[in-house]
Nanobody, 127 residues
Framework: QVQLVESGGGWVQAGDSLRLSCTAS????????VGWFRRPPGKEREFVAS????????IYEESVKGRFTISRDNAKNTVYLQMSDLRPEDTAVYYC????????????????????WGQGTQVTVSS
């Protein structure tokens, strides 16, 4: 069993940066792929980025490419989402999710691939 806790959310202005963290319990975290998803106000949950357990396979949703960077430090059981040039449309509750199941690289953008979810952290970007 893995427990995930997000942190780092907050209120920022457009153009600012934030770094979200997803910290996991469990000594097998390095074997888990981790994804970041978000739920904008009044909208469905959407994929943001994912990273494999080794950190070698990474994918991004198109609208965040070049602005967001996902990374991980397995020694700290933590996955990061560095967000730059934030826009009002990035406003959402951000969730991290984990899975130990191995899929093809492109499959990690689907929420139902993940078994474990954090409680979410709010990011609000004002214009």
């Amino acid at each position: 069993q893995v427990q995930l806790v997000e942190s780092g959310g907050g209120w920022v202005q457009a153009g600012d940066s934030l770094r979200l963290s997803c910290t996991a319990s469990g000594h097998t975290f390095r074997t888990y792929a981790v994804g970041w998803f978000r739920r904008p106000p009044g909208k469905e949950r959407e994929f943001v980025a994912s990273i494999s357990g080794s950190g070698t396979n990474i994918i991004y949703e198109e609208s965040v490419k070049g602005r967001f960077t996902i990374s991980r430090d397995n020694a700290k059981n933590t996955v990061y989402l560095q967000m730059s040039d934030l826009r009002p449309e990035d406003t959402a509750v951000y969730y991290c999710a984990g899975t130990a199941t191995v899929y093809g690289v492109g499959a990690y953008n689907t929420a139902n691939r993940y078994n474990y979810w954090g409680q979410g952290t709010q990011v609000t970007v004002s214009s």
